[in-house]
């Protein structure tokens, strides 16, 4: 592990533990830790309508998926390009929507507030780089912290004019109703979106996974 990643870690640790005391008001003291509280989701969640699944359109023209993992089926992508692309605007989409009745679950790994969480404390986390990700990301230590059955879908894309091909670029299962913010090295952020990032970030943490992406 080179230098400049441990000078990383520990910058993302002291961060994120100053901006948890912030938040959560504990600027002295230690909070419960998350390993000692029931985790329940909040009843609130997922309560956004599902999306008609009657009178479909057939999707014709072609579509690029960047991502197919996170846990999709040849049944989540079909309907994402048949049936939620045609009801989008031409441009950028991103859109957190209700999985209909006739398709299977999603998982997330994610643990946090925005699930229902308590907010997962630095005690409760290492920091591991995932893949090729420039930076770490919070990840729950220990196995009782798993993914999550959820009912939610996030997806992120462009719909093409016309016939030109549609761009799919991930859609991933939620228990919140918001999109995940990215993580706050992500160097596509301007600084006020990087500053959000990191308070998501510093009480919100990912289950171990087998995925790298």
Same mark, same amino acid.
């Given at each position: ?30 909070? *419960?830790?998350?390993?000692? *509280? /029931?985790? /329940? ?18 999707? /014709? ?21 048949? /049936? ?61 912290? +798993? ?13 093409? +004019? ?29 600084? +006020?979106?990087?500053? +959000? ?17």
């Amino acid at each position: 592990m080179s230098n400049d990643a441990d000078d990383l870690r520990g910058l993302a640790r002291e961060l994120n533990q100053s901006i948890f005391n912030q938040e959560t008001g504990t600027e002295t003291g230690q909070p *419960q830790s998350p390993s000692n *509280q /029931t985790w /329940t989701r909040n009843p609130l969640h997922n309560r956004r309508a599902d999306m008609n699944t009657e009178n479909t359109t057939t999707q /014709t023209k072609p579509c690029t998926f960047h991502h197919k993992d996170h846990g999709l089926t040849d049944e989540h992508t079909n309907w994402i390009t048949d /049936t939620f692309i045609p009801s989008q605007p031409d441009g950028f989409f991103l859109e957190v929507v209700r999985l209909p009745h006739n398709l299977p679950d999603l998982t997330t790994a994610l643990y946090g507030p925005s699930e229902g969480d308590p907010p997962v404390h630095e005690d409760d986390v290492k920091y591991v780089t995932r893949g090729e990700r420039p930076g770490p990301s919070r990840i729950l230590v220990g196995t009782a912290f +798993k993914p999550r059955a959820c009912r939610n879908i996030c997806i992120i894309g462009i719909k093409a +004019k016309e016939y030109k091909t549609d761009t799919v670029f991930t859609a991933y299962g939620t228990g919140s109703n918001e999109p995940t913010p990215r993580e706050w090295w992500d160097t596509s952020l301007v600084p +006020k979106e990087a500053i +959000k990032a990191a308070k998501f970030w510093s009480n919100h943490a990912l289950a171990q996974t087998n995925e790298e992406d």
